[in-house]
């Protein structure tokens, strides 16, 4: 598939066409119950469907946060696969958070886990964490690449936790938030030039509820998942003006308890989507 679109097209195109909004499904218990679900594999894979019946054609992505299906073990997994067929058969982008990170051979093992063309766990993009360094993830880059997919590394993230490490300086003088965006941009810039893109398919996953700081938003050359807007405070406005100056279409924002919680109607998850589309459309312009 070395001559897959690109992750970093297919994505432009689908915020191009519908919104800049990817919606969360994030089964905790506290909303299944709200829901009237039970609390298990069935449960949450009723949750799925329904989100991805009510938000299709409104948000360019669904971001399955995979730990809650996880902890329903295989059933659980195999509510996660049903969920993901159906989001491809609606036409939806997929983005596996999973955070996974570790040495290179591992990382390709998660890159054949959920990048692969014949696993029924294949997302269009994955989100992983570089503790281990960036350079351990260049197995899974290039899985991601050659096979028109995508991956999110988490930069600087919405809760205030993460501060201490990802401010935390280098031995160049620069914050480890700062190193990684530039070395994800030096990555994505060679991408760009070699299939004449308009930005790559390595993407950072920035907050909502940062403050751009020195961080080189524009920089990156791909495209940001942005977390933080809704239940953790943060407004379409508040995107609006971190990431102005970022190229067109190259902001995915996610929203999930904001939504999930108009549930279980379909329709009223529906409205409540269309809402933050809106306005997150005329915040990024």
């Not at 897959?4 to 297919?10: E, L, N, P, Q």
């Not at 096979?147 to 300086?169: D, H, K, T, Y």
């Not at 941009?185 to 390595?202: D, H, P």
């Amino acid at each position: 598939m070395s001559n897959a679109t690109s992750f970093g097209t297919r994505l432009r195109d689908a915020i191009a066409t519908t919104s800049p909004l990817c919606v969360g499904v994030d089964p905790s218990s506290a909303l299944l119950s709200q829901w009237g679900l039970d609390d298990s594999a069935a449960g949450v894979e009723a949750m799925g469907r329904r989100v991805i019946e009510a938000v299709a054609g409104i948000a360019a992505a669904i971001k399955p946060q995979v730990a809650f299906f996880e902890r329903h073990g295989a059933l659980g997994l195999g509510a996660l696969e049903r969920v993901l067929d159906e989001a491809r058969h609606a036409g939806i982008l997929v983005v596996g958070d999973a955070k996974r990170g570790d040495i290179d051979s591992t990382m390709s093992a998660y890159g054949d886990a959920w990048l692969s063309e014949e696993s029924p766990l294949r997302v269009d993009a994955l989100t992983v964490t570089a503790y281990m360094g960036l350079g351990a993830m260049d197995a899974i880059f290039d899985q991601a690449r050659a096979g028109g997919r995508g991956i999110f590394v988490v930069v600087a993230s919405s809760n205030p936790e993460g501060r201490m490490l990802q401010e935390a300086r280098t031995v160049d003088g620069d914050s480890v938030e700062e190193s990684l965006l530039k070395e994800l941009g030096g990555r994505n810039s060679a991408e760009v030039s070699a299939k004449s893109a308009a930005f790559g398919s390595l993407g950072a996953v920035v907050g909502a509820t940062r403050s751009a700081g020195t961080l080189p938003l524009s920089d990156l050359h791909g495209p940001f998942l942005v977390p933080g807007v809704g239940a953790q405070g943060a407004t379409p406005s508040d995107v609006g003006a971190l990431f102005a100056g970022c190229a067109p279409h190259s902001v995915l924002v996610n929203a999930s308890r904001s939504i999930l919680s108009a549930g279980p109607g379909t329709r009223e998850i529906r409205l409540a989507a269309e809402t933050l589309a809106n306005e997150l459309q005329e915040a990024l312009g």
